[in-house]
Protein backbone atom coordinates (compact mmCIF):
# COMPACT_ATOMS: atom_id res chain seq x y z
CA UNK A 1 0.00 0.00 0.00
CA UNK A 2 2.79 2.35 0.70
CA UNK A 3 4.47 1.69 -2.70
CA UNK A 4 0.99 2.42 -3.99
CA UNK A 5 0.68 5.45 -2.08
CA UNK A 6 3.81 6.88 -3.15
CA UNK A 7 2.76 6.46 -6.94
CA UNK A 8 -0.16 8.29 -6.19
CA UNK A 9 1.48 11.07 -4.79
CA UNK A 10 4.10 10.92 -7.25
CA UNK A 11 2.22 11.15 -10.37
CA UNK A 12 4.06 9.65 -13.19
CA UNK A 13 3.31 11.05 -16.79
CA UNK A 14 2.05 8.67 -19.71
CA UNK A 15 4.37 8.75 -22.77
CA UNK A 16 3.10 7.68 -26.03
CA UNK A 17 5.45 5.35 -27.46
CA UNK A 18 6.69 3.81 -30.99
CA UNK A 19 9.42 4.58 -33.40
CA UNK A 20 6.53 5.82 -35.76
CA UNK A 21 5.05 7.97 -33.19
CA UNK A 22 8.26 9.61 -31.52
CA UNK A 23 7.93 12.87 -33.73
CA UNK A 24 4.50 13.44 -31.95
CA UNK A 25 6.27 14.61 -28.67
CA UNK A 26 2.68 14.86 -26.79
CA UNK A 27 2.54 13.42 -23.39
CA UNK A 28 -0.46 12.36 -20.93
CA UNK A 29 -0.77 12.76 -16.80
CA UNK A 30 -2.71 9.55 -15.68
CA UNK A 31 -5.29 11.16 -14.84
CA UNK A 32 -5.54 12.77 -17.80
CA UNK A 33 -5.27 9.14 -19.71
CA UNK A 34 -8.60 7.78 -17.98
CA UNK A 35 -10.30 11.35 -19.00
CA UNK A 36 -13.04 11.50 -21.77
CA UNK A 37 -12.51 15.24 -22.68
CA UNK A 38 -8.86 14.99 -22.25
CA UNK A 39 -9.01 11.51 -24.60
CA UNK A 40 -11.18 13.46 -26.97
CA UNK A 41 -8.93 16.53 -26.98
CA UNK A 42 -5.94 14.26 -27.95
CA UNK A 43 -7.59 12.46 -30.77
CA UNK A 44 -8.46 15.67 -32.10
CA UNK A 45 -4.81 16.29 -32.09
CA UNK A 46 -3.61 12.87 -33.69
CA UNK A 47 -6.61 13.50 -36.32
CA UNK A 48 -5.28 16.40 -37.51
CA UNK A 49 -1.34 15.60 -36.94
CA UNK A 50 -2.37 12.79 -39.36
CA UNK A 51 -3.84 15.07 -41.69
CA UNK A 52 -1.01 17.25 -41.73
CA UNK A 53 1.22 14.30 -42.72
CA UNK A 54 -0.65 13.14 -45.22
CA UNK A 55 -0.94 16.65 -46.95
CA UNK A 56 2.92 17.07 -46.42
CA UNK A 57 3.23 13.26 -48.35
CA UNK A 58 0.87 14.01 -51.40
CA UNK A 59 3.34 17.53 -52.03
CA UNK A 60 6.72 15.19 -51.23
CA UNK A 61 5.90 12.07 -52.90
CA UNK A 62 4.08 10.45 -55.78
CA UNK A 63 2.88 7.50 -57.03
CA UNK A 64 5.67 5.32 -58.59
CA UNK A 65 3.71 4.66 -61.93
CA UNK A 66 3.45 8.78 -61.76
CA UNK A 67 7.53 8.73 -61.51
CA UNK A 68 7.96 6.29 -64.38
CA UNK A 69 6.02 8.57 -66.27
CA UNK A 70 7.88 11.57 -65.23
CA UNK A 71 11.09 9.74 -66.03
CA UNK A 72 10.20 8.66 -69.64
CA UNK A 73 9.53 12.37 -70.05
CA UNK A 74 12.53 13.59 -68.37
CA UNK A 75 14.33 11.02 -70.88
CA UNK A 76 12.39 12.43 -74.00
CA UNK A 77 13.04 16.27 -73.09
CA UNK A 78 16.57 15.46 -72.16
CA UNK A 79 17.08 13.80 -75.79
CA UNK A 80 15.55 17.12 -77.05
CA UNK A 81 17.16 19.47 -75.54
CA UNK A 82 20.62 17.86 -76.93
CA UNK A 83 19.44 17.50 -80.48
CA UNK A 84 18.44 21.09 -79.71
CA UNK A 85 22.07 21.62 -78.11
CA UNK A 86 23.50 20.41 -81.59
CA UNK A 87 21.44 22.07 -83.80
CA UNK A 88 21.83 25.37 -82.35
CA UNK A 89 25.76 24.61 -82.04
CA UNK A 90 25.63 23.85 -86.50
CA UNK A 91 23.73 26.90 -87.17
CA UNK A 92 25.78 28.76 -85.29
CA UNK A 93 28.88 27.47 -86.73
CA UNK A 94 26.90 28.37 -90.26
CA UNK A 95 26.24 31.35 -89.56
CA UNK A 96 29.97 32.84 -88.46
CA UNK A 97 31.15 30.79 -91.07
CA UNK A 98 28.73 32.83 -93.91
CA UNK A 99 29.40 36.04 -92.25
CA UNK A 100 33.18 35.37 -92.89
CA UNK A 101 32.03 34.46 -96.27
CA UNK A 102 30.50 37.60 -97.19
CA UNK A 103 32.72 39.46 -95.33
CA UNK A 104 35.60 38.25 -97.57
CA UNK A 105 33.88 39.18 -100.91
CA UNK A 106 32.80 42.40 -99.64
CA UNK A 107 36.69 42.99 -99.08
CA UNK A 108 38.36 41.36 -102.39
CA UNK A 109 35.53 43.42 -104.00
CA UNK A 110 36.98 46.28 -102.62
CA UNK A 111 40.46 44.97 -102.96
CA UNK A 112 42.67 45.46 -106.32
CA UNK A 113 41.79 41.48 -107.24
CA UNK A 114 45.04 40.65 -107.50
CA UNK A 115 44.59 37.46 -105.93
CA UNK A 116 41.44 34.60 -106.92
CA UNK A 117 38.34 35.01 -104.39
CA UNK A 118 38.93 31.38 -103.01
CA UNK A 119 42.55 32.68 -101.81
CA UNK A 120 41.20 35.69 -100.49
CA UNK A 121 38.71 33.22 -98.18
CA UNK A 122 41.36 31.03 -97.48
CA UNK A 123 43.01 33.67 -95.97
CA UNK A 124 40.70 34.81 -93.88
CA UNK A 125 39.99 31.45 -92.66
CA UNK A 126 43.67 30.82 -91.56
CA UNK A 127 43.31 34.66 -89.68
CA UNK A 128 39.84 33.63 -88.33
CA UNK A 129 38.49 31.06 -85.94
CA UNK A 130 35.44 29.42 -86.94
CA UNK A 131 34.42 27.84 -83.07
CA UNK A 132 35.45 30.91 -81.25
CA UNK A 133 32.80 32.81 -79.72
CA UNK A 134 34.19 35.97 -78.87
CA UNK A 135 35.37 38.01 -81.39
CA UNK A 136 33.91 36.53 -84.73
CA UNK A 137 31.33 38.93 -85.57
CA UNK A 138 33.35 42.01 -85.37
CA UNK A 139 34.35 43.85 -87.81
CA UNK A 140 32.08 41.90 -90.38
CA UNK A 141 29.82 43.68 -92.81
CA UNK A 142 31.27 47.28 -91.03
CA UNK A 143 29.95 49.14 -94.32
CA UNK A 144 26.06 47.93 -93.91
CA UNK A 145 25.76 47.39 -89.86
CA UNK A 146 22.13 46.98 -90.70
CA UNK A 147 22.26 43.52 -92.66
CA UNK A 148 24.71 42.53 -89.29
CA UNK A 149 22.27 43.60 -86.98
CA UNK A 150 19.10 42.18 -88.63
CA UNK A 151 21.94 38.68 -89.12
CA UNK A 152 22.11 38.65 -84.87
CA UNK A 153 18.29 39.18 -85.44
CA UNK A 154 17.64 36.34 -87.26
CA UNK A 155 19.72 34.11 -85.39
CA UNK A 156 18.10 34.83 -82.24
CA UNK A 157 14.87 33.99 -83.34
CA UNK A 158 16.11 30.29 -84.42
CA UNK A 159 17.65 29.97 -81.32
CA UNK A 160 14.77 30.90 -79.09
CA UNK A 161 12.20 28.88 -81.26
CA UNK A 162 14.92 25.74 -80.90
CA UNK A 163 14.91 26.85 -77.25
CA UNK A 164 11.11 26.85 -76.56
CA UNK A 165 10.55 23.52 -78.59
CA UNK A 166 13.16 21.72 -76.34
CA UNK A 167 11.18 23.01 -73.33
CA UNK A 168 7.88 21.93 -74.53
CA UNK A 169 6.92 25.42 -74.73
CA UNK A 170 5.12 24.43 -77.87
CA UNK A 171 2.18 27.32 -77.87
CA UNK A 172 5.04 30.23 -77.14
CA UNK A 173 7.26 28.58 -80.08
CA UNK A 174 4.67 28.55 -82.58
CA UNK A 175 3.48 32.18 -82.06
CA UNK A 176 7.49 32.98 -82.33
CA UNK A 177 7.62 31.35 -85.24
CA UNK A 178 4.47 33.08 -86.74
CA UNK A 179 6.36 36.31 -85.96
CA UNK A 180 9.47 35.75 -86.96
CA UNK A 181 10.95 38.15 -89.58
CA UNK A 182 11.01 37.20 -93.33
CA UNK A 183 9.26 34.45 -91.83
CA UNK A 184 12.44 32.25 -91.50
CA UNK A 185 10.67 30.21 -89.28
CA UNK A 186 7.33 29.80 -91.49
CA UNK A 187 8.50 26.42 -93.98
CA UNK A 188 8.49 22.85 -94.19
CA UNK A 189 11.42 22.33 -91.85
CA UNK A 190 9.46 24.28 -89.03
CA UNK A 191 6.47 21.83 -89.99
CA UNK A 192 8.49 19.00 -89.53
CA UNK A 193 9.41 19.89 -85.81
CA UNK A 194 6.05 19.87 -84.78
CA UNK A 195 4.72 16.93 -86.60
CA UNK A 196 8.24 14.95 -84.84
CA UNK A 197 6.61 16.31 -81.36
CA UNK A 198 3.14 14.61 -82.35
CA UNK A 199 -0.16 15.00 -79.85
CA UNK A 200 0.31 15.11 -76.57
CA UNK A 201 -2.61 13.62 -74.36
CA UNK A 202 -4.80 16.56 -72.37
CA UNK A 203 -2.85 19.33 -74.54
CA UNK A 204 -3.93 21.03 -77.73
CA UNK A 205 -1.61 19.58 -80.91
CA UNK A 206 1.09 21.72 -81.28
CA UNK A 207 1.04 21.52 -85.15
CA UNK A 208 -2.41 23.13 -84.89
CA UNK A 209 -1.22 25.71 -82.95
CA UNK A 210 1.40 26.72 -85.36
CA UNK A 211 -0.43 26.68 -88.21
CA UNK A 212 -3.42 29.08 -86.27
CA UNK A 213 -0.74 31.27 -85.60
CA UNK A 214 0.48 31.33 -88.80
CA UNK A 215 -2.61 31.93 -90.35
CA UNK A 216 -3.67 34.33 -87.89
CA UNK A 217 -0.88 36.39 -88.69
CA UNK A 218 -0.71 36.12 -92.86
CA UNK A 219 -2.32 39.42 -93.14
CA UNK A 220 0.81 40.99 -91.39
CA UNK A 221 2.90 40.35 -94.34
CA UNK A 222 3.14 41.71 -97.72
CA UNK A 223 3.48 38.20 -99.57
CA UNK A 224 0.55 35.74 -98.62
CA UNK A 225 1.06 32.04 -97.03
CA UNK A 226 2.97 30.25 -99.64
CA UNK A 227 1.05 27.38 -101.46
CA UNK A 228 2.90 23.95 -99.80
CA UNK A 229 2.33 25.35 -96.24
CA UNK A 230 -1.22 26.61 -97.61
CA UNK A 231 -1.80 22.67 -98.00
CA UNK A 232 -0.20 21.41 -95.27
CA UNK A 233 -2.51 24.02 -92.59
CA UNK A 234 -5.37 22.34 -94.27
CA UNK A 235 -4.52 19.05 -94.26
CA UNK A 236 -3.88 19.49 -90.65
CA UNK A 237 -7.01 21.06 -90.04
CA UNK A 238 -8.98 18.18 -91.51
CA UNK A 239 -7.12 15.94 -90.02
CA UNK A 240 -8.09 17.33 -86.45
CA UNK A 241 -11.55 17.63 -87.63
CA UNK A 242 -11.53 21.49 -87.40
CA UNK A 243 -13.35 22.42 -90.25
CA UNK A 244 -14.68 25.59 -88.76
CA UNK A 245 -11.18 26.74 -88.79
CA UNK A 246 -10.22 25.68 -92.53
CA UNK A 247 -13.30 27.64 -93.41
CA UNK A 248 -11.56 30.97 -91.80
CA UNK A 249 -8.32 30.15 -93.58
CA UNK A 250 -9.85 29.99 -97.27
CA UNK A 251 -11.92 32.66 -96.58
CA UNK A 252 -10.83 34.92 -94.51
CA UNK A 253 -6.75 34.86 -94.58
CA UNK A 254 -4.25 35.84 -97.28
CA UNK A 255 -2.97 32.06 -98.07
CA UNK A 256 -1.96 30.77 -101.85
CA UNK A 257 -3.85 28.26 -103.15
CA UNK A 258 -3.41 25.17 -105.46
CA UNK A 259 -5.17 22.15 -106.93
CA UNK A 260 -3.72 19.82 -104.24
CA UNK A 261 -5.25 22.29 -101.53
CA UNK A 262 -8.86 21.45 -103.53
CA UNK A 263 -8.77 18.21 -104.16
CA UNK A 264 -8.02 17.51 -100.24
CA UNK A 265 -10.93 19.49 -99.72
CA UNK A 266 -12.75 17.84 -102.05
CA UNK A 267 -11.97 14.23 -101.01
CA UNK A 268 -12.90 14.87 -97.47
CA UNK A 269 -16.64 15.99 -98.72
CA UNK A 270 -16.65 13.09 -100.42
CA UNK A 271 -15.91 10.73 -97.16
CA UNK A 272 -17.88 12.83 -94.43
CA UNK A 273 -20.97 13.13 -95.91
CA UNK A 274 -22.38 15.82 -93.39
CA UNK A 275 -19.60 17.80 -94.90
CA UNK A 276 -19.98 17.74 -97.95
CA UNK A 277 -21.59 20.69 -98.76
CA UNK A 278 -18.84 23.23 -97.17
CA UNK A 279 -16.34 21.43 -98.76
CA UNK A 280 -17.62 21.45 -101.85
CA UNK A 281 -17.80 25.17 -101.42
CA UNK A 282 -14.64 25.66 -100.00
CA UNK A 283 -13.05 23.74 -103.08
CA UNK A 284 -15.19 25.35 -105.74
CA UNK A 285 -13.52 29.17 -103.85
CA UNK A 286 -9.94 27.52 -104.55
CA UNK A 287 -10.34 26.03 -107.62
CA UNK A 288 -11.71 28.93 -109.33
CA UNK A 289 -8.79 31.10 -107.60
CA UNK A 290 -6.59 28.63 -110.02
CA UNK A 291 -8.41 28.75 -112.86
CA UNK A 292 -9.53 25.38 -112.70
CA UNK A 293 -12.78 25.45 -114.61
CA UNK A 294 -13.65 21.98 -115.06
CA UNK A 295 -13.50 21.18 -111.43
CA UNK A 296 -15.46 24.26 -110.98
CA UNK A 297 -18.19 23.01 -112.80
CA UNK A 298 -18.29 19.81 -111.31
CA UNK A 299 -18.38 21.60 -107.45
CA UNK A 300 -21.51 23.50 -108.77
CA UNK A 301 -23.06 20.26 -110.03
CA UNK A 302 -22.12 17.87 -106.95
CA UNK A 303 -23.82 20.41 -104.84
CA UNK A 304 -26.80 20.06 -106.88
CA UNK A 305 -26.52 23.93 -108.54
CA UNK A 306 -27.56 22.57 -112.21
CA UNK A 307 -28.34 25.90 -113.53
CA UNK A 308 -25.74 27.85 -111.70
CA UNK A 309 -23.61 24.81 -113.95
CA UNK A 310 -24.87 26.00 -117.07
CA UNK A 311 -24.85 29.26 -117.07
CA UNK A 312 -21.20 28.74 -115.91
CA UNK A 313 -20.70 27.17 -118.72
CA UNK A 314 -22.04 29.66 -120.89
CA UNK A 315 -19.80 32.06 -119.11
CA UNK A 316 -16.43 30.37 -120.10
CA UNK A 317 -17.04 28.35 -123.12
CA UNK A 318 -14.14 26.32 -123.38
CA UNK A 319 -15.83 23.07 -122.30
CA UNK A 320 -15.72 20.45 -125.08
CA UNK A 321 -18.16 17.27 -125.33
CA UNK A 322 -15.43 15.20 -123.92
CA UNK A 323 -15.44 17.17 -120.87
CA UNK A 324 -19.05 16.96 -120.72
CA UNK A 325 -19.02 13.32 -121.05
CA UNK A 326 -16.21 13.29 -118.30
CA UNK A 327 -18.25 15.27 -116.51
CA UNK A 328 -21.75 13.28 -116.30
CA UNK A 329 -19.04 10.15 -115.19
CA UNK A 330 -18.63 11.93 -111.94
CA UNK A 331 -21.70 13.73 -111.43
CA UNK A 332 -24.62 11.60 -112.86
CA UNK A 333 -27.48 13.47 -112.08
CA UNK A 334 -30.51 12.93 -114.44
CA UNK A 335 -31.17 16.88 -114.15
CA UNK A 336 -27.92 17.30 -115.32
CA UNK A 337 -28.18 15.14 -118.44
CA UNK A 338 -31.25 16.11 -119.68
CA UNK A 339 -30.43 20.04 -119.70
CA UNK A 340 -27.63 19.02 -121.20
CA UNK A 341 -29.27 17.22 -124.09
CA UNK A 342 -31.77 19.77 -124.69
CA UNK A 343 -32.26 22.99 -125.76
CA UNK A 344 -31.47 25.91 -123.57
CA UNK A 345 -32.20 29.57 -124.05
CA UNK A 346 -32.69 29.10 -127.81
CA UNK A 347 -29.41 27.40 -128.11
CA UNK A 348 -28.74 23.66 -129.49
CA UNK A 349 -28.14 20.73 -127.16
CA UNK A 350 -24.72 20.76 -125.94
CA UNK A 351 -24.89 16.99 -125.94
CA UNK A 352 -26.60 13.71 -128.04
CA UNK A 353 -29.25 12.23 -125.96
CA UNK A 354 -28.52 9.11 -127.71
CA UNK A 355 -24.56 8.88 -127.38
CA UNK A 356 -24.77 9.86 -123.72
CA UNK A 357 -27.42 6.95 -123.16
CA UNK A 358 -24.97 4.49 -125.02
CA UNK A 359 -21.86 6.05 -123.11
CA UNK A 360 -23.21 5.33 -119.93
CA UNK A 361 -24.23 1.88 -120.58
CA UNK A 362 -20.04 1.52 -122.33
CA UNK A 363 -19.09 2.87 -119.01
CA UNK A 364 -20.56 0.18 -116.74
CA UNK A 365 -23.19 3.18 -115.57
CA UNK A 366 -26.67 1.30 -116.79
CA UNK A 367 -28.81 2.56 -113.88
CA UNK A 368 -28.57 5.99 -114.88
CA UNK A 369 -29.18 5.01 -118.12
CA UNK A 370 -32.19 3.14 -117.78
CA UNK A 371 -33.39 5.76 -115.64
CA UNK A 372 -32.84 8.05 -118.18
CA UNK A 373 -34.68 5.64 -120.72
CA UNK A 374 -37.80 5.79 -117.82
CA UNK A 375 -37.76 9.41 -118.31
CA UNK A 376 -37.72 9.66 -122.48
CA UNK A 377 -40.20 6.35 -122.08
CA UNK A 378 -42.98 8.70 -120.56
CA UNK A 379 -42.93 10.95 -123.50
CA UNK A 380 -44.43 8.69 -125.78
CA UNK A 381 -43.16 8.41 -129.46
CA UNK A 382 -43.58 12.19 -130.15
CA UNK A 383 -40.95 12.64 -127.51
CA UNK A 384 -38.68 9.77 -128.98
CA UNK A 385 -39.22 11.29 -132.96
CA UNK A 386 -38.72 14.90 -131.67
CA UNK A 387 -35.52 13.81 -129.89
CA UNK A 388 -33.92 11.88 -132.56
CA UNK A 389 -34.58 14.50 -135.48
CA UNK A 390 -33.23 17.46 -133.05
CA UNK A 391 -30.17 15.57 -132.37
CA UNK A 392 -27.40 16.10 -135.33
CA UNK A 393 -24.49 14.18 -133.50
CA UNK A 394 -26.25 10.82 -133.01
CA UNK A 395 -25.95 8.48 -136.35
CA UNK A 396 -28.79 6.30 -137.33
CA UNK A 397 -26.34 3.11 -136.58
CA UNK A 398 -25.72 4.59 -133.01
CA UNK A 399 -30.21 4.68 -132.67
CA UNK A 400 -30.66 1.31 -133.70
CA UNK A 401 -27.74 0.06 -130.77
CA UNK A 402 -29.84 2.36 -128.47
CA UNK A 403 -32.61 0.27 -129.70
CA UNK A 404 -31.35 -2.62 -128.74
CA UNK A 405 -30.23 -1.62 -125.52
CA UNK A 406 -33.28 -0.72 -124.95
CA UNK A 407 -35.17 -4.17 -125.77
CA UNK A 408 -32.46 -5.85 -124.04
CA UNK A 409 -33.35 -4.03 -120.61
CA UNK A 410 -37.12 -4.85 -121.40
CA UNK A 411 -38.22 -1.19 -123.00
CA UNK A 412 -39.86 -3.42 -126.00
CA UNK A 413 -42.01 -0.42 -126.73
CA UNK A 414 -39.29 1.95 -126.60
CA UNK A 415 -37.57 0.16 -128.67
CA UNK A 416 -39.97 -0.15 -131.57
CA UNK A 417 -40.76 3.34 -131.14
CA UNK A 418 -36.64 3.98 -131.87
CA UNK A 419 -36.83 1.10 -134.76
CA UNK A 420 -40.39 2.62 -136.55
CA UNK A 421 -38.86 6.29 -136.55
CA UNK A 422 -35.36 5.01 -138.03
CA UNK A 423 -37.66 2.84 -141.18
CA UNK A 424 -39.32 6.22 -142.04
CA UNK A 425 -36.45 8.04 -142.78
CA UNK A 426 -36.60 8.95 -146.51
CA UNK A 427 -33.38 6.38 -148.01
CA UNK A 428 -32.98 3.96 -144.63
CA UNK A 429 -33.07 0.71 -145.48
CA UNK A 430 -32.73 -2.14 -142.74
CA UNK A 431 -30.46 -4.54 -143.50
CA UNK A 432 -30.49 -8.01 -141.64
CA UNK A 433 -27.63 -9.50 -140.14
CA UNK A 434 -27.97 -12.66 -142.38
CA UNK A 435 -27.44 -11.02 -145.68
CA UNK A 436 -23.88 -10.73 -145.67
CA UNK A 437 -23.96 -10.19 -149.91
CA UNK A 438 -25.46 -6.74 -150.16
CA UNK A 439 -22.69 -4.16 -151.11
CA UNK A 440 -22.86 -1.14 -149.17
CA UNK A 441 -21.45 0.83 -151.77
CA UNK A 442 -23.09 -0.70 -154.74
CA UNK A 443 -24.93 2.58 -155.80
CA UNK A 444 -21.37 3.95 -156.02
CA UNK A 445 -20.70 2.64 -159.38
CA UNK A 446 -24.01 2.51 -161.21
Not at 241 to 258: A, C, G, H, Y
Request: net charge negative.
Amino acid sequence: MANLKFWQQSPQHWYITGKEQSNLKQSMTLPESVNLDALTKYLKHLEDKYAEIKQLMLKKYIPAQRKVYLDEEMVVTVKRRDLAENLNKDLQFRYKRLQIISYAFTSWVKSDKSSSFQDFVKQILNTKDLHDDQGIVEGLFEDDPGKAKEAEVLLYYIERFNELIALGEYEKAAGFAANSPRRILQNIGTVNKFKAVGKIKGKPFPLLLFFEAVFGTSHAFRQPIDAELTLEGIKCGLSEKRLDLVINWVTQERLTFSKEAGDVLYDYGEHNTYYKPKCLALAQIIYSECGLYKKVLLCLCKQGQIQGALDYMQQFKDFTSNDLMELIKLCPHTELIQCLTKEWNGKPPSLSFGLVVLHLFSADMEKVGIKLLQEINKGGKDAIENLMINDPFCSLESWQEMANICLQNGFDKLSNDIMSILRSQAGVIEISEEDETVNLMQHVFW
